[in-house]
């Protein structure tokens, strides 16, 4: 029988024990393969590479995912404005979607029957891999020894030494999880409920100060410019993190309910990320009716939450991104940011489709689309629901 094995690997220490384990103890034909969904230089895929093959690996792959990434979840991402408890820009579990399906469907095409990952008890990640492996393959083995065996990390970095891997394996201070929507930070603060991150954790020193004014161009709901320079949204993104990033912009911490019932703590930041959600928001409160807005922002809220839980495959998220798709047609135009040390401000828009258009009158001003005595039946009618209510209550 076909032991042939795919494991989602990411170089660190779990992936790499479950890499020699399975290769050595159980005797997998191991195929290591990893996801690139931003971040990821070709520098650093080729020592990941290098590490899989030393540690037993029969093969690596690296998938390049990064359009996918952008095509199939951050574009819904900006079109719903999600910001999971209205501060997370879904960095990392937005990711974890789109590589799981990258490594399920490998495996499927070189017909293995097992499939790894490190994920350990505690975590979302462990319910994000497992649902989206179980549905496209259900007939794929799933294989977890980190959170089967309940494995310590220090038992792992003792056994790669004792097989020949004495590799620097020591945990850094610091978790960094970079990718295209952002990069997550975990330290020994975010296990607590009261300490912040200090200055050093972040990736993104403080390089720029003063200001600067930086117009985001966007046509259907897409970034399609920066400063009048054009190019994919993708590239754009990257772009807009070099500027901003220097500025320190984009920090924050996001404290949310995992999907297994926990309360979780982590830092993060994404600069380019909540620039241009802000920016785009701000774009369709003067390009959309208020009813667009107010459906769109309950259905945005539930796509995200279905994304972070692993729901990604459930027929009802083609629906909504449908709906979120449909919603763009006149979100045009451009918006002008200013940065500023650790904060930007959204200065305003310029846009044909903008809906605040001065023939139909101005807030707080004179009107020219209708009389007062047309304004004041108008109240009349509207105020007719409230009156009986209290008339029939007023006791």
Same mark, same amino acid.
């Given at each position: 029988?076909?032991?042939?094995?795919?494991?989602?690997?990411?170089?660190?220490?779990?992936t790499?024990y479950?890499?020699?384990?399975? +290769?050595?103890?159980?005797?997998?034909?191991?195929?290591?393969?990893?996801?690139?969904?931003?971040?990821?230089s070709?520098?650093?895929?080729?020592d990941?590479k290098?590490?899989?093959?030393?540690l037993?690996?029969?093969?690596?792959k690296?998938?390049?995912a990064?359009?996918?990434?952008?095509?199939?979840?951050?574009?819904y991402?900006?079109?719903?404005?999600?910001?999971?408890?209205?501060t997370?820009?879904?960095?990392?579990s937005?990711?974890?979607?789109?590589?799981?399906?990258?490594?399920?469907?490998?495996?499927?095409?070189?017909?293995?029957?097992?499939?790894?990952?490190?994920?350990?008890?505690?975590?979302?990640?462990?319910?994000?891999?497992?649902?989206?492996?179980?549905?496209i393959?259900?007939?794929?083995?799933?294989?977890?020894?980190?959170?089967?065996?309940?494995l310590?990390?220090?038992?792992e970095?003792?056994?790669l030494k004792?097989?020949?891997?004495?590799?620097?394996?020591?945990?850094?201070q610091?978790s960094i999880?970079?990718?295209?929507?952002?990069?997550?930070?975990?330290?020994?603060?975010?296990?607590?409920?009261?300490?912040?991150?200090?200055?050093?954790?972040?990736?993104?020193?403080?390089?720029?100060?003063?200001?600067?004014?930086?117009t985001?161009?966007?046509?259907?709901?897409?970034?399609?410019?920066?400063?009048?320079?054009?190019?994919?949204?993708?590239?754009?993104?990257?772009?807009?993190?070099?500027?901003?990033?220097?500025?320190?912009?984009?920090?924050d911490?996001?404290?949310g309910?995992?999907?297994?019932g926990?309360?979780?703590?982590?830092?993060?930041?994404?600069?380019? +990320?909540?620039?241009?959600?802000?920016?785009h928001?701000?774009?369709?409160?003067?390009?959309?009716?208020?009813?667009?807005?107010?459906?769109?922002?309950?259905?945005?809220?539930?796509?995200?939450?279905?994304?972070?839980e692993?729901?990604?495959?459930?027929?009802?998220?083609?629906?909504?991104e449908?709906?979120?798709e449909?919603?763009?047609?006149?979100?045009?135009?451009?918006?002008?940011?200013?940065?500023?040390?650790?904060?930007?401000?959204?200065?305003?828009?310029?846009?044909d489709?903008?809906?605040?258009?001065?023939?139909?009158?101005?807030?707080?001003?004179?009107?020219k689309?209708?009389?007062?005595?047309?304004?004041k039946?108008?109240?009349?009618?509207l105020?007719?629901?409230?009156?009986?209510?209290?008339?029939?209550?007023?006791?």
């Amino acid at each position: 029988m076909s032991k042939k094995l795919v494991l989602a690997y990411s170089g660190g220490l779990d992936t790499s024990y479950c890499a020699k384990h399975l +290769s050595k103890d159980k005797g997998f034909e191991v195929h290591a393969v990893s996801v690139n969904t931003g971040g990821f230089s070709k520098e650093e895929i080729q020592d990941i590479k290098e590490k899989a093959l030393q540690l037993g690996a029969t093969s690596y792959k690296s998938i390049d995912a990064v359009t996918t990434f952008y095509d199939k979840v951050v574009k819904y991402l900006i079109y719903g404005n999600v910001l999971k408890n209205n501060t997370y820009p879904l960095s990392v579990s937005a990711e974890r979607i789109i590589q799981a399906v990258e490594i399920v469907n490998y495996a499927k095409s070189v017909d293995a029957k097992y499939i790894a990952h490190g994920s350990t008890g505690a975590g979302n990640d462990q319910v994000r891999f497992d649902l989206i492996f179980q549905i496209i393959a259900p007939e794929i083995e799933i294989i977890t020894p980190i959170r089967d065996n309940q494995l310590s990390r220090q038992f792992e970095i003792d056994y790669l030494k004792e097989n020949g891997l004495d590799l620097p394996w020591e945990k850094a201070q610091y978790s960094i999880n970079k990718g295209l929507w952002g990069t997550s930070v975990g330290g020994a603060e975010t296990l607590t409920s009261h300490l912040p991150l200090p200055e050093e954790a972040f990736p993104s020193q403080l390089e720029k100060t003063g200001t600067e004014k930086v117009t985001l161009t966007f046509e259907k709901g897409e970034l399609i410019a920066i400063n009048g320079e054009k190019d994919t949204p993708v590239d754009n993104i990257i772009k807009l993190e070099s500027i901003a990033s220097p500025y320190a912009i984009g920090r924050d911490m996001h404290i949310g309910d995992t999907i297994i019932g926990i309360k979780g703590r982590v830092g993060f930041e994404a600069a380019a +990320s909540l620039i241009i959600i802000k920016a785009h928001h701000a774009l369709e409160k003067h390009t959309q009716t208020k009813w667009q807005q107010h459906h769109k922002e309950q259905l945005g809220n539930w796509y995200g939450m279905m994304l972070h839980e692993g729901q990604y495959l459930d027929e009802v998220m083609r629906n909504i991104e449908v709906f979120l798709e449909d919603t763009q047609k006149n979100v045009n135009g451009d918006v002008v940011v200013s940065l500023h040390p650790y904060r930007f401000v959204v200065d305003g828009i310029t846009s044909d489709n903008d809906l605040m258009n001065a023939s139909f009158g101005s807030y707080g001003e004179m009107n020219k689309g209708w009389t007062a005595d047309e304004a004041k039946g108008f109240i009349k009618i509207l105020s007719n629901s409230g009156k009986i209510f209290n008339h029939v209550n007023n006791k």
